[in-house]
DNA sequence: ATTTACATTAACGTAACGTAAAGGTGTAAA
DNA sequence: TTTACACCTTTACGTTACGTTAATGTAAAT
């Protein structure tokens, strides 16, 4: 039986452009050519496509079939075993990712009923994402990645006992913070001691401190108001004294 | 603070390319553009840049980004929970993915030149990975993804000592197995002993054990002449005998 | 004979940049 | 002051796996 572009690309449920492409990059082509230019496929093509199609099935590239296509059994195995571990990682990512989409749906939507306390921990996490962004390659590159992984491992597999010492952390940090506040004196001892605790607690989300980094974080503080709120339910201004002890405990001017 | 391309790449971890293209798409404009020409950036489209990069995470479009950022609040919730979805969907997709290249990886190991030790492990894998189809569903809404995964990881991440481990119970199991045969009584201490190797030695491949499982395990052992072939190496219905073994070890009936 | 359904090649479009190429700018050292 | 060198600019093609016209030829059905 031999088969036109149409009627093979009907029977594969592809299109006929796709097949004219695979021609293209000589990944199948035809077993012969009619007199009018018509590709004409025979049942060796059918196997042929259907192997294709089920690598590609795998999100395996083009390219990399062919490959694999050319030279069977060329370590198809390590191929497919490295593809696996694609997979693996990419299923690792969406995990995060709708972890991060479902924690920002809920701050978003949740106003509400939220506890502050949920709220901050939301928060928490989405701020130690930006720092991340903001310093991760820096860190990345002075440190090499597993520093990094190590943290973020640190941040999404806190044991329960870790995440009640961070919560406690938590609380003296704001304690201290406004006991401090009506010293007026970001410079303080108390003030200080503030800064450092909130040291304490930044290292629990992120395993590899930097100055620059916690002085970013402060200046979040001051700049976003859902930290800010945090910060300021007892003294207004808090956050931005806050923010002043931590740029002289840590240093950075700017 | 103001910021060049190259510096302001740097703080957030891009390439200047990226935010040139921003700056061509309409994404992020710079504050200004001095006499020669030069993007200069300050504070606000850092911010900017930072819900930028945040939504890039969770991989949604730089269109859908923009629209989001010029209006913001704009049907922010919903946007975000159809991604929601789709990263759902996607997540499906590659489970599925995962299943069929683990599959593929499987069959094509117990293939032509491999020694019997090597098709053995070859059939190990597949025999996991049966296993994993008829109870892996089960065991997934059961005890989560993670669980699986960490089996599977297992399976495909043995070290090499743990390897040796394996082998040493798989070695075990046989000789107990032929020793327990000659008794002819499946219920008998010995012949227990080697359902139990056994489920030590399957606890290596799955990390994950259920009787279930394990009963499914022996079935196949009868069922499938690839499997039994390597129990009654010495005695013929030894398999059929492991696999009574097993059924009263894990009291399983059916 | 006409319509319909299919075939062909050529070529542009997609998303989010990477990567030259060709040339101007800023600054520090020789 | 010159020179080196890092950085800036724009322009524009390359990437993946096709989708989508466009312009045109062919086979089969009415």
Known sequence: MEYTVQQLAKLAGITGRTLRYYDEIGLLKPARVNSSGYRIYGEKEIDQLQQILFFRALEVDLDTIKKIMQSPEFDMITALKSHREELLTKRRQIDLLIENVEKTIAMK??????????????????????????????????????????????????????????????????????????????????????????????????????????????????????????????????????????????????
């Open 109 to 254: 939507g949740g106003k509400v009923t939220m506890s502050n306390q949920e709220k901050f921990s939301g928060f928490t996490k989405q701020m130690i994402e930006e720092n991340e962004k903001k310093f991760g390659k820096e860190i990345r590159s002075k440190y090499g990645n597993k520093t990094v992984d190590k943290s973020n491992e640190k941040l999404m597999g806190m044991t329960e006992e870790q995440y009640l010492v961070a919560k406690k952390l938590e609380e003296q940090v704001l304690e201290t913070l406004n006991e401090a506040f009506v010293t007026g004196d970001p410079a303080s001892e108390i003030a200080q001691k503030a800064a450092d605790l909130h040291r304490q607690w930044l290292s629990f989300y992120w395993s590899q401190y930097t100055k620059e980094a916690h002085a970013g974080v402060a200046q979040m503080y001051v700049a976003d108001e859902r930290f800010s709120a945090y910060y300021e339910r007892e003294h207004k201004g808090a956050a931005k004294f806050l923010h002043d002890a931590i740029m002289i405990y840590t240093g950075v001017d700017k």
